[in-house]
């Protein structure tokens, strides 16, 4: 086995969860990750808790022939008690994302899916409530994806995931320092995206690899009804299996009054339309991680790169809504990401902190 | 995929496990056997009932590197709780036998498994109280150890299981009528195996691929302290990774007291030792699957080949135990075979029933 993947598994139990004796750990794979789930194993048990290991989100093609083999009416009687009672009973869930194909659910009729996260959204709730890590293993398909070699792939993710992050956590704390006690944000790129959105009462997560390995952002959630202005996501979004390019949105009052798509806009569409929430901003993110220096059509690491902010539609993170007020509740979160290396600025109540990607805590920064 | 994988798969669903709108169920099943594990997402959709995939028995590499990396010394912390909560929640498990490598657990020592075998006995408890199936996919490592071609292999495997299972069922009732209001049995075998039991107030289970797919025998469990005499099972026992040669047990008053193996006997005193109820039988069955033609080394088969009786130490199965008996209860269950096509008699109250592999409802029976 590759020793990178045994420091992979490492990072997981001891700096992303921090299992204890005695924890009850569901670790959720495709099989094509096995050696992580081996290590993983092994890691538990010097943890000294124990492990299961299941394909619930991450088992494509069982979801498929589950999802196609459905009429797409779902009911009560199609919700997985047994996987709630699973995920209730369990102290730190571990989500390892890999596919052998990455496009394995791209002929799943959309509203099919969506019409199952939202019969399924207990489960992520559940999954939330707890301890928990998504993390990714480098197989064939991901690399193809993110057009690399398997070798060149594999050396990109572990670089980004075994790495020192206390120093990232540092770095990045500057940040949360500038955004936390915030009221009003501006981005703004180019001619296409010019939005502000009120932060007041919100609190700012830093991210150094707990909750998603590899970490790498800063984000926080707005204010729901304040969102407002437009925004190109210059980088693509791969949704079911599905690529959509150059995805606008307009927001008046918190709220898309328009969007578009230059591909794949019915999915797109699917997305918005999941529920009242998937119409909102849910998240608003700053990728700080400089080791993440390319886009591989993967958000786990894209909306970490620096020089990119990102935003998402759907549910809002709790640790991000301060008391007294409102969390986007949806059954969907979809990040997109906005390029900010050119023609770029965040303001934050009317200062520049960033422009074309450089912060103002950082060497060459123009005032 | 390969037709006789979704045959297969609707043979579980519809026949073995009748599986109901609104069940919850869960597949236990090795990477190797995706294929089936995909074809059975279909069918439980088909049937209107829900699936969770998971390694829970059949990871054998994820058990080796926990169990390798675990102390040995198990406490309460060490028992897992969310797999307990899981199966208590389920409506049926489907357990798939396969392997990239039958003799993955090799290098875990005995004790620790017997050790974590008994930690996790309520698992097994939980899993027999509900709809259950174990059945087999036919990987290449399994068709090595059956010293056999995959393709062999293959056609082997999906002969035994998808075949009409009504017409073997009116064939092995022939043979419940027999047995299942016997007093005592006699099963002698050349000059190295001699064994009576009596099965007063025992029931007899005909077996027609439920439980087993295949399926194949009838079998009841003997009164607990009544088996006595020698049995030389000359057919190799595969547990944990090892195979044990030649087993041959002496019963007094229902109790092993002398053991020996040619090859591995220290896995079979381990075996022996676990608990009180493992040093006893908890089955006896007869063989009665004559598609199955050659001995595999897999027990799931073996124990259904025709011309073999086969007994079990340690558990009993409910259902063979009649009111007011006592169940022998054990944390394990493991069968061994003896060869009945030569120099043997089956006796039932007396009478024989079997000689040479016929059963005297069957042509050619010398009476």
Redesign the interface.
């Known amino acids: 086995m590759d020793p990178r993947v045994r420091e992979h598994a490492e990072i997981i139990v001891e700096h992303s969860t921090d299992i204890e ?2 924890d ?1 750990v ?1 670790i959720d794979a495709h ?1 094509v990750a ?1 050696d992580l ?3 993983l ?6 943890a ?1 808790a ?7 989100r991450f ?1 494509k ?3 498929r ?6 009429d797409g009416e779902f009911t009560e ?10 995920y ?4 730190v869930y571990v989500g390892v994302r890999s596919a052998d194909n990455a496009t394995e659910t791209s002929d799943v009729p959309p509203e099919t899916i969506r019409a199952y996260d939202q019969l399924t959204q207990p489960l992520l709730e559940e999954r939330l409530d707890k301890t928990w890590c998504l993390t990714q293993y480098p197989s064939a398909a991901f690399a193809q994806l993110a057009e690399m070699s398997t070798e060149a792939y594999e050396d990109f993710v572990w670089d980004a995931v075994n790495r020192d992050w206390g120093a990232q956590r540092d770095h990045q704390e500057r940040m949360v320092e500038v955004l936390d006690p915030a009221s009003e944000v501006r981005i703004r790129s180019g001619e296409t995206t010019d939005v502000t959105m009120r932060l007041d009462g919100m609190a700012t997560i830093n991210d150094y690899g707990e909750a998603n390995l590899p970490g790498g952002e800063v984000f926080t959630a707005p204010v729901v009804d304040s969102v407002a202005g437009e925004v190109l996501f210059d980088k693509p979004v791969y949704q079911q299996g599905r690529e959509i390019t150059d995805v606008r949105l307009v927001f008046e009052a918190g709220e898309v009054v328009e969007h578009e798509a230059a591909k794949n806009e019915a999915v797109l569409t699917e997305i918005l339309n999941t529920d009242e929430g998937a119409r909102r901003l849910g998240e608003l993110g700053i990728g700080m991680n400089r080791s993440i220096d390319r886009f591989t059509y993967n958000m786990l690491f894209d909306e970490k790169m620096g020089d990119t902010v990102h935003m998402a539609v759907g549910r809002a993170y709790d640790e991000c809504v301060g008391e007294g007020n409102e969390r986007n509740d949806s059954a969907v979160h979809v990040d997109m990401i906005v390029d900010m290396s050119e023609d770029s600025t965040i303001e934050v109540d009317g200062e520049v902190v960033q422009r074309d990607g450089t912060f103002r805590f950082e060497d060459g920064f123009e005032a």
Chains 1, 2 share one sequence.
Not at 77 to 86: E, G, I, K, S
């Open positions: 004796p005695g009850d569901v099989p096995e789930v081996v290590a194993h092994e890691a538990v048990a010097d000294g124990t492990a299961l290991a299941v394909q619930e088992g093609r069982f979801r022939a589950y999802l196609r083999s459905h009687r199609d919700f997985p008690d047994h996987v709630l009672a699973l209730e009973a369990m102290d």
